[in-house]
T-cell receptor
């Protein structure tokens, strides 16, 4: 029973292409995230949605556009891919401890994007 | 900008030894979490600490949140090869879902049999 799943696991594409990564969680969580992990393993938040509403939008190029069709799904579309977009992208979902938090995050297996 | 610095960055020790990993910041966090990440997988939550001075134990792993809620440590007793991985601390400035979790720079731990 996969809790947070992402597709594809690997994505190799050329500069200038447009690609999408899909994420689904079956944990019943209200909040979902996209993170980017660079080659030095530094993990940085990109976006967060709560019940389909965007609540965190970090300084990310507008070539990146998240979409949440329902609270169990959060997709990431990237336009005009650049070499610097190569990284591992993680989807996560979270639930609060108790009624108000803090929030505990559950990560997907990641999508390794390579732009050539 | 809030930052979390982890030390050491890399640690390679023999099976059976003890070790401590540190996570430091100049900022106060409402809570702090530790994750372990294995190659090709996503980070897995180990523990959440919320009270200054709090100590939590998970088998051979002991986690402590600093009194001022600016730092944390992870101590492993009698390390085993299965403890090998990337350890990440993560701090949340607030309690809401909109609170941006800040991840530390990571400690790559290798336990030699």
């Amino acid at each position: 029973d996969t809790a947070v799943s992402q597709t594809p696991k690997y994505l190799v594409t050329q500069m200038g292409n447009d690609k999408s990564i899909k994420c689904e969680q079956n944990l019943g969580h209200d909040t979902m995230y996209w993170y980017k992990q660079d080659s030095k393993k530094f993990l940085k938040i990109m976006f967060s949605y709560n019940n389909k509403e965007l609540i965190i939008n970090e300084t990310v190029p507008n070539r990146f556009s998240p979409k949440s069709p329902d609270k169990a799904h959060l997709n990431l579309h990237i336009n005009s891919l650049e070499l610097g977009d190569s990284a591992v992208y993680f989807c996560a979902s979270s639930t609060p401890i108790g009624d108000t938090g803090p929030y505990e995050q559950y990560f997907g297996p990641g999508t390794r994007l390579t732009v050539t | 900008t809030q930052l979390l610095e982890q030390s050491p960055q890399f640690l390679s020790i023999q099976e059976g030894e003890n070790l401590t990993v540190y996570c430091n910041s100049s900022s106060v966090f409402s809570s702090l979490q530790w994750y372990r990440q294995e190659p090709g997988e996503g980070p897995v939550l180990l523990v959440t600490v919320v009270t200054g001075g709090e100590v939590k134990k998970l088998k051979r792993l002991t986690f402590q949140f600093g009194d001022a809620r600016k730092d944390s440590s992870l101590h492993i007793t009698a390390a085993q090869p299965g403890d090998t991985g990337l350890y990440l601390c993560a701090g949340a400035p607030g309690y809401s879902s909109a609170s941006k979790i800040i991840f530390g720079s990571g400690t790559r731990l290798s336990i030699r049999p």
